[in-house]
């Protein structure tokens, strides 16, 4: 009975075969975590892909982020061109009457087309560069599942590999990437085009003063590139925690006859509490440093 018991929740990571062995279960939680995670296989630093690596599976899109590049950088022209329109309309009402009816006038044109644009092109970008990291999501899920399929099978025995951690890594990984090829990307292509034609409209107007302001965002870069890498470790590390948290439960689930009869309900609810107060923790130390 054991032996099918261990069998039939092998896969999930934990084995209820004696209540012993529940109890050691929990305490390895409860007292030496990291001796658990090294026994067990959490905690291994998984492998870098590059950026130049995942972009190598989208090429097949490349007419689409094209398409979608190009509609990011009409979007981007909008907010400087914007600016402008709006400069040269109030320096229309220190005209004489009759012309300022005319440049007025053509003013709300220039408005009315610029608001036609974005209506266009943003919808645009937004849809192209979304196609790209559909496709991008469907070849990665593709590639994860074909490679798990020809894993051994003691490879799914361990609790690092059970079937909701395979379940998370094909839905919610997979997603995740295609905030590089989506959001990300349409982001990174529009904020250049708006950044490149700001900088050609300042030094225009006054370079003198387009030289000070470029003095200070050196400054604000490197603000944001220290917090950006605070988050991220923090984001990481709760990333970690709560899989942790939610393998306990999904193993617990699964083997709830084996917990009911050993009556270990409170030892296995204590060791998922334990699982999930270091995010807790690690939550409020990123609100703290984040709002600093």
Known sequence: MSGSLHRSSG???LSFRSSGQVEHYCDDHDGNEEAYQGKHGYGKERKQVSFLKLA???KHEFPVLALGSFAATVNGLIFPLFGVILSSAIKA???PPYQLQKDARFWSIMYAL??????FVTPMQH???GVAGGKLIERIRSLS???TVQQEISWFDEPANSSWEIVARLSLDAAYVKGLVGDTLSLLVQNTSTVIAGLVIAFAANWKLSLVILGIIPLIGLQAFIQMKFLKGFSSDAKVMYEEASQVASDAVTSIRTVVS???EDRVLIAYQNKCKPPVRQGIQKGII???
Do not use: K, P, V
């Open 262 to 264: 050993f009556c270990a």
């Open 290 to 292: 984040e709002h600093l």
């Open 145 to 147: 599942f074909e490679r």
């Open 56 to 58: 190598s599976l989208n």
């Open 127 to 129: 849809y192209w560069f």
């Open 93 to 95: 009402f220190y005209e």
């Open 114 to 119: 610029l608001g036609a644009i974005a209506f």
């Open 11 to 13: 896969s999930f990571g």
